[in-house]
């Protein structure tokens, strides 16, 4: 009886922090899409991030991170986002042929996204992108409803 009790419990909690984690995830999310393109002529990394917020002042991209051949070579730190969904960021990297440059952004809430090309001198601009975005805490629940699941249908 009493370890009913106490499993009762435990569900109860795990139950609350599954769904406080979720509400994380309903309101914060990465980018969902980052370009990079490159203009060797004019020496400028052009990233065009793809972020979908209501709310500009506090749902925004708040870091943006560069990098060349794997250093950190800029760091910005933003209050806000330029629009509501899309928008350009221009960069000025002086890269050669071959360099790889990497770009990471992170929500203000709750997330990465990040994408790498290589500078191509022979067409000028580069744009082998490989694009990546770390999943919230959705794993996370659907793990915890599973498990809450087979306990309730085991204890019936």
């Not at 020496?43 to 749902?59: A, E, F, R």
């Not at 042929?97 to 952004?105: I, Y």
């Not at 490989?130 to 919230?136: A, I, L, R, V, Y």
Request: hydrophobic residues 35%; charged residues 20%; glycine residues 4%.
């Amino acid at each position: 009886m009493k370890q009913i009790k106490i499993l009762k419990i435990m569900m109860a909690t795990l139950f609350i922090f599954a769904v406080i984690i979720s509400s994380n995830c309903v309101t914060g999310h990465p980018a969902s899409n980052v370009d990079l393109e490159y203009d060797f002529d004019n020496q400028k990394l052009n990233v065009t991030i793809s972020h979908n917020t209501d709310n500009t002042d506090t749902h925004y991209i708040e870091r943006v991170e560069v990098y060349k051949n794997g250093v950190t070579i800029i760091e910005e730190d933003y209050t806000s986002q330029p629009s509501s969904n899309t928008f350009t960021l221009s960069f000025d990297i002086s890269a050669d042929d071959g360099d790889v440059l990497k770009v990471e952004t992170e929500c203000s809430i709750s997330g990465k996204t990040e994408d790498s090309i290589t500078v191509d001198t022979t067409n000028g601009t580069s744009n082998d992108s490989n694009g990546s975005s770390t999943p919230g805490f959705e794993l996370i629940i659907v793990l915890c409803s599973i498990a809450l699941f087979l306990f309730w249908k085991r204890k019936r």
